[in-house]
């Protein structure tokens, strides 16, 4: 039988890997939130809150997702915020999440590591026991503080090494230059913990190059930018790097003028390993099956176009062989009985 589009997209298994936890706070859990903990979030209502999610920039995002993750306090918070995107993303025919955090705005705030980690965990574990979706965990840093207090946010999260699957790099790029933290990034290496960081989304291609020669990094976050040197796309497709692209946060972040105009079309043409992504979906009006549908829609991408998005998510992912093997196989079967290579 043939399924429509939007169906087809929702029931693609997919991973998603570039998704920041305190971005999936929607306004209705953050309203429940702030009375629960009688936190003063300065909007009255959660429609003037969600009409003030109009952006000129990243950072004028990032002013409001710092804001908004103040009513986060609580293992029970962290819990409740987790098993929501879980099951949103369930819905979306997530199989597999690689979820980012961020512990220096809650360390920040008085928030203890282990309370962020505990009711993280335990949202993901209740995830993956209501809806069979696997997950690891990123940690962070920001890249707006300095050195110092990334070197001890990582050693405070020592103890807890066994129960992440890497570091990130986010929040304000212009003027924060990966190279900053190469130190960082080396004892991160050391611990045995992956590493990805954002690049390229409103940064020049040089901290692209900065990422991947100065951190070391597995993985890049966005890499838009890239584009721009051709250099710097050949040493991405010699080396299959994937990028975690997020269609409509770069929509609403005006890194794109116009979703027609959005490279994820031509970093599959030039044969990148591009994946499709969410990034912070409560505040960017969408979550990943969404995503899926915005550029197929803009871009004019075929379901074989789909597939191979879906493919690549579990390719970039940090799954072991045997399970990365597995999801695909069961994206393959999916594929054969809607009639898509
Ligand atoms: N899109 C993004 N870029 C950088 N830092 C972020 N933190 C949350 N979302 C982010
Ligand atoms: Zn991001």
Redesign the pocket.
């Known amino acids: 039988m043939m399924i429509c589009d939007d169906d087809f997209i929702r029931g693609l298994p997919k991973a998603e890997l570039h998704l920041?936890l305190?971005?999936s706070l929607e306004p209705d859990l953050l309203f429940q939130l702030a009375a629960r903990n009688g936190v003063e979030i300065g909007y009255d209502t959660v429609e003037s809150l969600r009409a003030a999610y109009s952006f000129e920039s990243?950072q004028d995002?990032?002013d409001l997702?710092y804001q908004g993750m103040s009513v986060l306090l609580t293992q029970e918070d962290f819990h409740d915020l987790t098993l929501a995107y879980m099951t949103r993303a369930a819905e979306d025919g997530v199989r597999h999440v690689e979820v980012?955090f961020?512990p220096q705005a809650h360390l920040d705030r008085g928030v203890a590591l282990k309370t962020v980690l505990d009711g993280i965990e335990s949202g993901l574990a209740e995830g993956k026991r209501a809806f069979g979706i696997s997950s690891g965990l990123i940690l962070?840093f920001l890249?707006h503080l300095d050195e110092a207090s990334a070197l001890a946010v990582l050693e405070q999260a020592a103890p807890y090494s066994h129960r992440l699957l890497g570091v990130g790099l986010?929040?304000?790029?212009n003027g924060h230059p990966p190279s900053k933290f190469s130190r960082v990034f080396a004892r991160a290496g050391a611990m045995g913990l992956k590493r990805v960081a954002?690049a390229g989304?409103?940064g020049p291609p040089d901290y692209v190059w900065q990422a991947l020669d100065q951190l070391g990094i597995d993985r890049i976050?966005?890499g838009n930018r890239a584009l721009e040197d051709p250099l710097l796309v050949e040493r991405l497709r010699r080396d299959q790097m994937a990028l975690t692209v997020?269609p409509l946060?770069n929509l609403k972040?005006k890194v794109v003028r116009d979703m027609a105009e959005h490279p994820l079309r031509r970093m599959l043409d030039l044969d990148l390993q591009a994946t499709v992504n969410s990034?912070?979906p409560a505040?960017f009006g969408g979550y990943v099956a969404d995503n899926y549908r915005a550029v197929q829609q803009a871009l004019g991408l075929s379901r074989e176009h789909l597939a191979k998005l879906a493919r690549n998510s579990f390719t970039a992912s940090f799954l072991d062989r045997a399970e990365k093997a597995s999801a695909i196989a069961s994206l393959e079967a999916y594929c054969r009985a809607h009639g898509v290579r």
């Open positions: 920041h305190e971005g990243l995002f990032l997702y980012f961020d962070c890249r986010d929040s304000s790029e954002h989304e409103e976050d966005h997020c946060s972040l990034d912070d505040y």
